[in-house]
């Protein structure tokens, strides 16, 4: 198999110089390209999608918008570029010279971090591989294919840091990523929320502003590391994620204030009335929130988690923002408040820091999410309508962690099995909330046109107007 690798997989790793690399890529590359004709966005190989290639890392190289095929998009491979000064700013390691290979004790924990956030990134593709039959607009359709080969090129970069640090066992990881399959019984991707469904845009909309933040966070955390390769990847990914986040936040955003201008237009607020109108009632989109929020949070891991601790003193994944705070970046003396269960009752309690900087992560995503949801509000807000979105507390409906075992309401009241069950359906997308959000998804296909349930866009894609053909089919 010939691979131009300048042209085919742009880079500013030195492929073309690296024949080790080559060898590995040219192996893995048909088996990509297998998965993605497989598992990738279904019905979409043939057709000319506006989508946005980085094709080199410097500001007007990494988004270069032109009509693509998927299956031909050129998944590159990139670093933020070197500081030949870095440090290791935190752990153990600390004011020592970033790594630039992988130290051999720390190489099974640094494996396993880049095999979990590289199995993340097929997961979704698998997870939204059914929405384009059901776009309702070109526009959206083009984003959620943007989306997609973001998160197959993402999906490189784990495999290139695989490939390149971690020999054999590095191109055998690489290979079971695109084994895995979202969902599946018996080899099934490694995190929970990667293994739900996404079976509607309004689930594409709440996943890519909640999950796809949880990979803001986590990515900024992993940009910290003291393996330096791993930093400058991560960092470069960052800059992709930011309109993943802002698909997730406008798709939501257009959907409320679709439901908000029939609201008031019909001067109701009945769920059944707004329905058979062709909305999405404002308690259901509160339902989908509620589930993605909390699903979501899952993500950080255990409260308590003592690889969390042996993670960051062996300078492997830092903190959100480390370089910004003036503690000792050791954190062996230091606290940090978590939820406990007392008497069958939560309250807060202390626990060491090193072992609660999942909670802290958590804590910092919780943030960032909530402002958002205010955004939302003043879309309703704008309208007239007396009502508010909200984040459920952060014990509801977890499965992760010592939370798990407790039932908790949107307002952190715990309460007992029999209860939750009677009111659970107030508080959780039901089938009936599904199968109602199922029956609106038509296929939107015709340049300028949108479906009901949702507003135009404000602002399209590369100044683009809004009836721009963002996807011509062949
Ligand atoms: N589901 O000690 P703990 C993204 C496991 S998203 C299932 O707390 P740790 C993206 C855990 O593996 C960002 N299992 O774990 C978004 C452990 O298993 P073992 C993804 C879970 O290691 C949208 C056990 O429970 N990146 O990029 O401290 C679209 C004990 O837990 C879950 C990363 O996550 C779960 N939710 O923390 C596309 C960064 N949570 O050892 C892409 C890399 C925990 O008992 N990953 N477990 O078998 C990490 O840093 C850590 O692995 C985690 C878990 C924070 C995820």
Redesign the pocket.
């Known amino acids: 198999m010939n691979i131009s690798y300048a042209d085919k997989i742009p880079n500013n790793v030195d492929l073309g110089g690296d024949r080790v690399l080559q060898r590995a890529l040219e192996h893995w590359q048909p088996e990509f390209l297998k998965w993605w004709a497989d598992m990738g966005p279904e019905g979409s190989h043939t057709a000319d999608v506006y989508l946005r290639t980085a094709v080199s890392v410097h500001p007007s190289g990494w988004a270069h918008f032109d009509y693509v095929k998927m299956p031909d998009y050129r998944w590159g491979i990139f670093l933020s570029p070197a500081d030949g000064e870095r440090k290791i700013n935190f752990g153990d390691h600390k004011g020592e010279p970033a790594w630039q290979d992988v130290p051999g004790e720390h190489r099974a924990n640094l494996r ?3 095999v ?2 590289g ?3 097929p ?2 593709v698998e997870q939204q591989r059914h929405l384009g039959l059901t776009c309702p607009s070109l526009y959206d359709l083009r984003n959620l294919f943007q ?1 997609n080969v973001e ?1 197959g090129r ?1 999906l490189w970069a784990m495999v290139y840091l695989l490939q390149r640090y971690f020999g054999r066992d590095g191109r055998e990881e690489a290979e079971a990523l695109l084994q895995r399959r979202s969902g599946d019984q018996d080899n099934p991707r ?5 293994n739900e469904k996404t079976p509607d845009w309004l689930a594409f909309f709440m ?2 502003y909640f ?9 900024l ?2 940009a910290e590391s003291g393996f330096d390769p791993l930093a400058r990847t991560t960092r470069f ?1 960052l800059m992709e ?1 930011a309109h ?1 986040m802002y698909v997730g936040e406008s798709g939501v955003g257009r959907i409320i204030h679709r439901t908000c201008e029939v609201m008031a237009q019909h001067k109701t607020d009945d769920p059944a009335r707004l329905r058979a109108l062709g909305v999405i009632d404002l308690p259901t989109i509160q339902r989908y929130l509620n589930f993605h929020f909390s ?1 979501t949070i ?11 601790a042996t ?1 960051y003193s062996s300078g492997l ?1 830092g903190r959100y923002g480390e370089t910004t705070f003036t503690d000792d970046h050791l954190l062996r003396d230091a606290l940090y408040p978590v939820l406990q269960i007392v008497d069958g009752h939560l309250e807060m309690g202390d626990a060491p820091a090193l072992n609660a ?2 909670e802290k ?1 958590r804590d910092d995503y919780i943030k960032d999410s909530v402002a958002g949801v205010g955004r939302w509000n003043r879309i309703i807000r704008k309208s007239g309508i007396p009502f508010e979105l909200a984040v459920p507390h952060k014990a509801f409906n977890r ?3 010592p939370l798990a075992g407790l039932k908790v309401a949107p307002d952190g009241r715990v309460m007992s099995d029999a209860e939750w069950t009677a009111k659970q359906r107030e508080w959780l997308a039901t089938d009936e909330d599904r199968a109602f959000v199922a029956s609106l998804m038509g296929r939107v296909a015709a340049a300028g046109a949108y479906a009901n349930w949702i507003s135009p866009p404000t602002l399209a894609i590369n100044k683009q107007p809004n009836d721009f053909e963002f996807v011509r089919f062949n």
């Open positions: 396993r971090i880049i979990t956030q199995d993340t990134e997961a979704s989306v998160e993402h490694i995190l929970g929320a990667f996943f890519t999950t796809d933040r949880d990979g803001k966070f986590q990515l955390a992993l990914m994620e993943h699903v899952d993500l950080f891991g255990a409260d308590v988690s003592s690889n969390a993670f994944k900087l999942n992560l499965k992760i962690g």
